[in-house]
């Protein structure tokens, strides 16, 4: 919330002025403010969206580089991230971002002796675990006996159960290798998988969190992992589509517009501060990273909130390379025995005229994250020519790397306790993001998850009626 400033324009709400009905002011304009704020406004709230950047979208955004429109990274959800599709489909934006008919995921593994391999992870219309037993009984990038121990391993983690504590003190690695999972099964497979929806390696990941994907994401139902990811600019989403729909519910949103203070009032209503204002309103949601969320809160709402600092954070690189030429037939893969992770064809989303524009997905980049550009791009456009025969000999346009030095809360373990809910102990402050503790890892259904948990807590003391179309979690695998 420290992208500049201006005034905020208050929605009837602004000192002295008497206002008939509820009111509430949301505090930040990523998916989890954008969430909280619709569905308090569809419950007759009057509300109030405020984000310090110049546009929404939080950490799920796009921007101009000349005549490229480039997402800030590449995002992807799954057919199980339920609350993300209410959410696609509260903006009107479904089309734009649909998923996968069935689970394809190509595998590029240039680390054997005899050159690049390719392996596939699909789904057969089939019961669980049926779906993908065909797919892991060809799975090329594992020996015979590594695919039968996978087997095993994944109808262990089945029958564990999710509501148990213990599982977030232990970490996945330890999990993996007890129930004899070889090193390569965890590259090959697990952290395929793992690393690019918790942001952490199985060594670094709670086993709760990393369960929680797994038995969600390919455990529940066949189709739960079918991939979809978003066909035009992050920012039409999340920023424009979101904004009309914020705009017809009656929200009035205000960007650059930084939250200094938020405290209590003597009658039980709330103050907001913003500079050159002040906002009075019945309730507050913060929706912002947990250290902003810490400096916000006013004494005692939390019984321990330096809890919110032990939250730590987890670095995403990503890597955008232009060629002059198309290099790469599919539309994303991804990859092994090389740094490179996934890689995805960007070009049509972009706009770009003529050539093809790949953009790399680098999770848990904590080694890479502060290289420089010219280190990267050393590094990366030879991988580049190994895993794409027709990127050797193409054209390098353009390399540029954008980087999120704290994308995601770090699901080390032992951070389930430490995430708070929606409710804190101060009467009309609500909590959310991803970071909060909706169950999931960091992800884009985590911060929708988080706005739906905070409006339900601040409806209910608002005595409004909850909108029938809002997400039900029950709905949820």
Not at 51 to 61: H, N
Not at 392 to 411: I, Q
Request: hydrophobic share 45%; charged share 20%; glycine share 10%.
């Amino acid at each position: 919330m420290s992208d500049g400033s201006r005034p905020a324009q208050a929605h009837g709400t602004a000192v002295g002025e008497h206002a008939a009905g509820r009111s509430a002011v949301v505090v930040g304009g990523g998916l989890a403010g954008i969430t909280a704020a619709l569905a308090l406004a569809d419950a007759g709230v009057r509300v109030t969206l405020l984000e310090g950047r110049p546009r929404l979208g939080g950490l799920a955004f796009s921007f101009q580089r000349g005549e490229l429109t480039v997402d800030n990274g590449q995002h992807v959800y799954l057919r199980c991230c339920t609350a993300y599709r209410w959410f696609l489909d509260r903006i009107r934006g479904a089309a734009l971002a649909p998923l996968q008919e069935r689970l394809d995921v190509p595998v590029v593994d240039v680390a054997k002796p005899e050159g690049r391999r390719l392996g596939r992870l699909r789904r057969d219309p089939l019961p669980v675990p049926l779906h993908l037993g065909r797919s892991l009984a060809a799975y090329p990038h594992l020996s015979l006996a590594e695919r039968a121990a996978v087997g095993r391993a994944a109808l262990a983690l089945k029958g564990l159960d999710l509501a148990d504590p213990n599982l977030d003190t232990q970490d996945f690695g330890s999990w993996l290798a007890a129930h004899g999972q070889s090193a390569r099964a965890v590259e090959a497979l697990w952290d395929l998988v793992g690393v690019a929806t918790l942001n952490a390696v199985a060594g670094d990941a709670s086993l709760g969190l990393a369960a929680m994907v797994f038995k969600t994401g390919l455990l529940s139902d066949p189709g739960a992992a079918d991939i979809g990811w978003a066909h035009v600019p992050l920012g039409e989403l999340h920023d424009r589509l979101a904004r009309k729909a914020l705009d017809s519910a009656g929200v009035r949103t205000e960007v650059r517009t930084r939250v200094t203070s938020v405290s209590i009032n003597e009658n039980g209503t709330w103050s907001v501060q913003v500079p050159g204002e002040r906002l009075e309103t019945d309730a507050v949601v913060l929706a912002v990273p947990q250290r902003e969320a810490h400096d916000l809160l006013p004494p005692g709402a939390l019984d321990a909130p330096e809890r919110l600092l032990g939250i730590g954070t987890a670095p995403i690189l990503n890597v955008h390379v232009v060629y002059d030429r198309k290099v790469l037939a599919r539309p994303f893969f991804a990859a092994l025995g090389t740094p490179v992770q996934w890689v995805f064809d960007r070009t049509d989303a972009s706009g770009l005229g003529a050539g093809q524009y790949l953009a790399l997905s680098q999770s848990a980049a904590h080694e890479e994250i502060d290289l420089p550009v010219a280190d990267l791009r050393e590094r990366y456009l030879p991988e580049l020519e190994r895993l794409i025969p027709g990127a050797r000999g193409a054209e390098v346009r353009d390399f540029f790397v954008t980087r999120e030095r704290t994308a995601t809360f770090a699901p080390t373990p032992g951070v389930g306790r430490l995430r708070p809910g929606a409710r804190t102990k101060a009467p009309g402050l609500y909590l959310a993001g991803a970071w909060t503790a909706t169950g999931w890892p960091a992800t884009m259904e985590s911060a929708v998850r988080s706005g739906v948990s905070a409006a339900d807590a601040a409806l209910s003391a608002l005595g409004r009626p909850r909108p029938r179309h809002l997400f039900e979690f029950e709905e949820a695998a």
